[in-house]
């Protein structure tokens, strides 16, 4: 038997491997030695995370593509539920990326998985109906918002809610372009 990793990080997407950098460089300032492994880019591996998948065999673009898809990613989704359930972590983050992490997550629940399940970005409940927040407060154990407007929409929940900010605008505040446009106006 394995021991325990203390984290699983899931990004199917290159938003979320930006967005995965940013939390694993908070939590490796937190503790430099975290056991991470995971689905991840080339920013998240770069900061020493293990990767069980590459992340770039997740991405598909466009209406078509997902379609073709659709095998592959049933077969990615059937690996990576099994290496959890066979090696379960501490905790599992899943960053945004919802059609696959809330089914996987989902799937683990109904399995008993011992590990800890957090979802970064909510998915836009707002548009896709309130089915998925019965579906979140049953499977999550907690949920990382980006927008301060989302955690309101949980209130009537058990799920514990935090709104995390976005990394990604601050990054855009950041950038040099932004003093150019001031310019302009």
């Given at each position: ?54 992340m770039e065999e997740f ?127």
């Amino acid at each position: 038997h394995h021991p325990l990793k203390d984290l699983f990080i899931f990004a199917g997407e290159m938003s979320g491997d930006l967005l995965g950098e940013k939390l694993l460089q908070s939590l490796l300032k937190i503790d430099p030695n975290l056991d991470v492994e995971g689905v991840g880019g080339p920013k998240m591996r770069a900061l020493g995370m293990k990767p069980f998948l590459k992340m770039e065999e997740f991405e598909v673009m466009g209406f078509v593509d997902v379609f073709s898809s659709l095998p592959k990613l049933f077969k990615l989704f059937k690996k990576v539920k099994a290496h959890l359930l066979k090696n379960p972590p501490k905790k599992i983050v899943f960053i945004d990326y919802p059609g696959f992490n809330l089914r996987m997550a989902k799937v683990l629940r109904k399995k008993k998985i011992s590990s800890k399940m957090f979802q970064y970005v909510c998915p836009s409940v707002w548009a896709y109906g309130k089915g998925r927040i019965a579906t979140m407060e049953k499977t999550l154990d907690s949920l990382l918002t980006i927008l301060p407007f989302e955690p309101a929409l949980f209130d009537q929940t058990s799920l514990p809610v935090t709104y995390v900010g976005n990394p990604l605008t601050k990054k855009i505040a950041d950038h040099s372009y932004h003093s150019n446009w001031r310019k302009v106006y």
